[in-house]
């Protein structure tokens, strides 16, 4: 183990991650730490979360979990992050970024649409369902469109902004901690009957830990916009997240989704359909409401540009780290 900046760590996980993602002989041979979390997550909510507790008994048994699953995910982090060299810790913190499988699921979407205008859009209702939780079936082209976009958008945050922020702040436990929490919100963080109780403080702890991210990901889609597609662009991005962002059902994901509608001139939100039920959201910019392949050609692009410039921004930051590092260390007695 070396006393290497944490932001040095980041950068190394996120450049690797990017090149090679998780290879998919890893997958086959042994999973994924996210399945690994998932399966603990999924024990203890057989174990833990009975329905006929009043809901106190189970708000309090939900809360106990998230402590107990954040304990001893967050200690075998930090084991590991005492023991391991450097780049060791890197790499494992590099398989819980999502850079390289995001963009493959939004691309594997732009090309299964039909080569005609009058094709099949199964296929790329198919390829959409992998990555939403909305009934997909009847979609159209302009619905697919929306769903992959504001996907790419919350997923731009949840799964490559926000654990890069936490392996910046705390290393591979601030990493795993934000990884192990969002899994926990997305499989037991709803409002139904069986775990509007048992899954409150999953969601809860969701929600803080994507505070700051979420805005920085809008951010970073509005520095991206106006280098790419002018200060005009840039502008109406900020002006679209600050004016649409609250409305939106989540405390977060209204953040990064209104800035990709300001960036692209486009409209998100609508209404959208889950295991048959209709709810409305609202809709977040101003643009076009009616959308296509193109624009999630044009919303990948933005997307992969934003990447970038966060790379190199980390690069920056990752450079001047290690100068004062250097400085530090070239002043101390001996």
Do not use: C
């Not at 436990?173 to 409150?200: C, Q, W």
Request: proline content about 5%; hydrophobic content about 55%; cysteine-free.
């Amino acid at each position: 183990m070396t006393d290497m900046p944490h932001i040095v760590v980041a950068l190394a996980a996120l450049l690797v991650e990017r090149a090679i993602g998780y290879p998919q002989a890893l997958q086959r041979a042994i999973g994924h730490p996210v399945e690994w979390m998932g399966a603990m997550i999924a024990r203890t909510d057989a174990w833990l979360n009975r329905p006929a507790l009043p809901p106190a008994r189970r708000i309090l048994h939900g809360a106990l979990t998230m402590l107990a699953l954040i304990v001893f995910w967050g200690g075998l982090a930090w084991l590991l992050a005492r023991w391991l060299p450097w780049w060791a810790e890197a790499l494992a913190a590099s398989t819980l970024l999502a850079q390289k499988s995001l963009k493959e699921h939004v691309q594997a979407i732009i090309d299964a649409f039909p080569a005609g205008a009058a094709g099949d859009l199964g296929p790329a209702r198919r390829a959409l369902s992998m990555i939403v939780g909305r009934d997909t079936a009847t979609f159209d082209e302009s619905r697919i469109a929306h769903a992959a976009i504001e996907s790419l958008a919350e997923n731009a945050s949840d799964g490559i902004i926000a654990p890069l922020f936490w392996l910046m702040a705390l290393g591979l436990p601030g990493i795993t901690i934000y990884k192990l929490v969002n899994t926990a919100d997305s499989m037991i963080g709803h409002l139904d009957e069986r775990y509007r109780f048992f899954g409150k403080a999953a969601a809860r702890l969701d929600d803080v830990l994507n505070f700051i991210p979420a805005r920085l990901t809008g951010l970073l889609y509005a520095l991206t916009a106006a280098l790419f597609r002018g200060m005009q662009a840039g502008r109406r991005t900020l002006i679209t997240m600050w004016r649409d962002a609250h409305k939106h059902v989540s405390p977060n994901a209204g953040w990064p989704e209104s800035a990709l509608a300001g960036a692209l001139g486009i409209r998100l939100g609508g209404p959208r359909s889950y295991a048959g039920r209709v709810v409305e959201f609202p809709w977040l910019g101003d643009g076009r409401s009616e959308l296509s392949r193109a624009d999630i050609t044009a919303a990948l692009e933005l997307h992969e540009r934003m990447l970038w410039a966060t790379a190199a921004l980390v690069t920056i930051v990752a450079v001047l780290s290690m100068a004062g590092v250097a400085l530090f260390t070239a002043d101390r007695p001996f």
